[in-house]
C-alpha cells in the first residue's frame, strides 16, 4: 500500500462506533467530517495516568451516566443539556493564570502542566447537593503540586478560582435567561487546597476530560459537595480573604462556603442523610444509599475542621 495514500475509508470504519458517536454527539453535528476537523480537540482523546491507592470500594458509574448526567450551569440547567450544547466548546489551546500572594506568579499552558506533574487516577465519591452521587474515575495533578510550583506565601490563606467566560461557545452565558452570575467562581481555605485529596482533574475514565465534564481542567474535592467542583479553570489566585463563591453568591442561605459532605446538616429544602446512586439498579430507579460524613473520607480531612461548628460553617 502506498505509505502516504490513505484508501478512503469512511471515518466510522476507522473509530469504533462507540467512540465516533459520541465524538458526533460532543460536537453536536449530524455527521460532518470537515466541522470534525475544524475542532478536532472537542473529542476525547487516550491519557496515561498512573494507579494509584485512591480508590472506593464502590461499584464504578458507567461513563455514560457521568457524561451526559451533568451540572454545568454554562450550557443551560438540564441534566442533559451540558452534554446536548458543549460540542461549540474549545479547550484547546487553554492556560491558567495563577496568581495573587504567590512568591512565582505563572501561566501555565495545560500542556506543559501535564508534563510537569504525573496525572494520577483516583477514584473518589462524588456527592451532589441534590442528593445524587456517582463513583468516577478521575485522571488528575493534586492541586497541592501546581500550588508548590508558584510558591505561596506566608500571608495565603485561601484559593479562589475562576471558570471561563465564553458566551459564545456557552449558550448559558449569552441567552436571555442566565442562571447564575459569571464568572463561576469558588474557594478553598489553602489547607484544604494542599490536603492530598484535592485534585484538579484533566481527565476521567482513560480520556482527556468531555467538554460537559469541565474540560479541560476541573477542580475535584471529593469530601464536599459537587459544586465546590468548579470547572473550565482560567485562573487560581492565591488570596488572605474567603472567596466569594458562585451558589453562596446565589442563595447564601442554602449554600455555604465550606460545603462539606455532611448526612447531618439537611439542605433547607430536602434532607442530606441519603443520596440516589447514578447508574445503579438498572432502568426503573436507582440506588439510595447513606450519606458518609465527609462523603467516606473523614479520615483524611475531618482533622481540617476540628473545633469548628459544622452547622454553623455548612
Ligand atoms: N462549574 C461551573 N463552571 N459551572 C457549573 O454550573 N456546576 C457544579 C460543579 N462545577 C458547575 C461547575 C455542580 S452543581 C456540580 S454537582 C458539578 O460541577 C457537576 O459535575 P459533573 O457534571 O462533572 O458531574
Not at 466548546?89 to 487553554?94: T, V
Not at 512565582?104 to 477514584?123: M, N
Not at 484559593?159 to 449569552?174: H, K, L, N, T
Not at 490536603?195 to 465534564?213: F, H, I, K, M, R
Amino acid at each position: 500500500m502506498p505509505r502516504f495514500k490513505a484508501p478512503h475509508i469512511p471515518s466510522f470504519e476507522i473509530t469504533p462506533k462507540s467512540v465516533y458517536l459520541r465524538r458526533r454527539d460532543i460536537l453536536g453535528l449530524a455527521a460532518g467530517g470537515l466541522a470534525m476537523a475544524a475542532a478536532p480537540q472537542a473529542f476525547a482523546a487516550p491519557l496515561t495516568a498512573k494507579p494509584t491507592d485512591y480508590k472506593v470500594p464502590d461499584e464504578l458509574t458507567p461513563k455514560e451516566s457521568v457524561t451526559t448526567y451533568n451540572n454545568f450551569y454554562e450550557f443551560g440547567t438540564d441534566k442533559s443539556d451540558p452534554a446536548a450544547n458543549a460540542g461549540k466548546f474549545k479547550p484547546e489551546p487553554w492556560t491558567v493564570k495563577v496568581d495573587g500572594l504567590v512568591g512565582k506568579p505563572q501561566t501555565f499552558g495545560l500542556e506543559d502542566l501535564i508534563k510537569a506533574i504525573p496525572v494520577e487516577e483516583r477514584i473518589y465519591r462524588m456527592r451532589c447537593v441534590e442528593a445524587w452521587s456517582m463513583v468516577i474515575p478521575w485522571d488528575g495533578m493534586p492541586l497541592a503540586s501546581l500550588l508548590s510550583l508558584v510558591e505561596p506565601t506566608s500571608a495565603a490563606k485561601y484559593v479562589a478560582f475562576e471558570s471561563v467566560v465564553r458566551p459564545e461557545e456557552m449558550p448559558g452565558q449569552s441567552g436571555s435567561f442566565q442562571p447564575l452570575p459569571w464568572p463561576y467562581v469558588e474557594g478553598l481555605r489553602l489547607d484544604e487546597a494542599m490536603n492530598p485529596l484535592t485534585l484538579l482533574a484533566v481527565g476521567l475514565y482513560g480520556e482527556t476530560l468531555p467538554n460537559q465534564n469541565g474540560a479541560p481542567i476541573r477542580l475535584v474535592t471529593p469530601w464536599k459537595y459537587g459544586f465546590k467542583g468548579i470547572k473550565s479553570i482560567v485562573r487560581i489566585t492565591l488570596t488572605d480573604k474567603q472567596p466569594p463563591s458562585t451558589w453562596n453568591i446565589a442563595n447564601a442561605s442554602e449554600y455555604g462556603f465550606y460545603a462539606n459532605v455532611n448526612p447531618e446538616v439537611d439542605h433547607p429544602r430536602w434532607s442530606q442523610a441519603s443520596e440516589r446512586r447514578i447508574g445503579t439498579g438498572g432502568f426503573f430507579g436507582t440506588k439510595r444509599v447513606d450519606t458518609l460524613p465527609f462523603n467516606g473520607y473523614g479520615e483524611q480531612v475531618a482533622s481540617l475542621y476540628k473545633g469548628m461548628d459544622l452547622r454553623a460553617n455548612f
